[in-house]
């Protein structure tokens, strides 16, 4: 069984900064092809960002130039850097795999919120 907890979520003002992690456990190898998502109050959930290997990612046109993900497979641990945050950020983030066909066990999501 594979488990993701994700943390580091907050509330912060526009313009600010957060860094989200999800540390996967149970049974997966690598955080090759995997992925951040978010779901805002009353929409359905998206991806944001891809981590298709160390040397490509990939990212939502909404958060282009705003968001970096990472990961390191020693730690099987994947982040999240949000910079230059808007009130449109605000949702619950999650990881999970980039193939919408092998999804795992959604985590518990942590929360950003954008307000000031």
């Known amino acids: 069984q594979v488990q993701f907890v994700e943390s580091g979520g907050g509330l912060v003002q526009p313009g600010g900064s957060l860094r989200l992690s999800c540390a996967a456990s149970?049974?997966?190898?690598?955080?090759?092809?995997m992925g951040w998502y978010r779901q805002a109050p009353g929409k359905q959930r998206e991806w944001v960002a891809a981590?298709?290997?160390?040397?490509?990612?990939d990212y939502a046109d909404a958060v282009k130039g705003r968001f970096t993900i990472s990961g390191d497979n020693a730690k099987k641990t994947l982040y999240l850097q949000m910079d230059s945050l808007k009130p449109e950020d605000t949702a619950v983030y999650y990881c999970?795999?980039?193939?919408?066909?092998?999804?795992?066990?959604w985590g518990q999501g942590t929360q950003v919120t954008i307000s000031s």
């Open positions: 999970n795999v980039l193939d919408r066909t092998a999804y795992r066990p």
């Open positions: 149970g049974s997966i190898f690598s955080i090759n092809a």
């Open positions: 981590f298709i290997s160390s040397d490509t990612t």
